[in-house]
């Protein structure tokens, strides 16, 4: 469990959003409230107290330029979760990660360089995964694109955002 302070560098897709609410619908518990549809490019990053000017300008150079056009189109399901994976910015994930070494995303759970994903329902039950994979695979596929990347922190109160870098055009 993520402790007040930590943050993360996340691809915000505000097309996917639905596919939380369909989530929420089945199981409300499944979905983290307050936390939009997004693509982790890396956590956790820094600590919040811990990140200066020069920080924002690495992770700037890192997640590169020019918005990132994305296809959701398939639905991933392993027992509690299901996501739908985005390709389309892995590379900027690696840059991410490669600007910033010393993090291991995920602590390292899911290998050095875990696939990039939208998270739609995490820990749900069995059953519920099952209709939710169902329910998002009707509502796929969504075009999109990425603007930004936001670098968020956990706070007693939840997540709140510290940084939006925009991508240009």
């Known amino acids: 469990m993520p402790t007040p302070g930590t943050t993360a560098v996340l691809a915000l897709l505000p097309d996917a959003d639905p596919l939380l609410e369909l989530a929420a619908e089945v199981d409300p518990r499944a979905v983290r409230p307050g936390v939009p549809a997004h693509a982790t490019l890396l956590y956790p990053w820094l600590p919040a107290d811990r990140i200066g000017a020069a920080d924002l300008d690495r992770l700037r150079v890192a997640a590169g330029t020019g918005r990132i056009p994305v296809l959701l189109k398939e639905v ?84 709140r955002g510290l940084a939006e870098l925009p991508l240009g055009r």
């Not at 900027?92 to 329902?121: D, I, K, N, S």
Request: glycine share 10%; charged share 25%.
């Open 76 to 159: 991933e399901r392993a027992g509690g979760f299901v996501g739908v994976p985005v390709p389309e910015l892995h590379a900027r994930a690696a840059a991410v990660r490669a600007a910033f070494p010393e993090q291991v995303p995920y602590g390292g759970r899911f290998g050095l360089e875990p696939p990039v994903h939208v998270t739609v329902a995490l820990d749900a039950e069995e059953r519920a995964a099952a209709e939710i994979a169902d329910r998002v695979t009707g509502r796929l596929p969504i075009r999109t694109e990425v603007t930004c990347v936001y670098v968020v922190a956990l706070t007693d109160d939840g997540w």
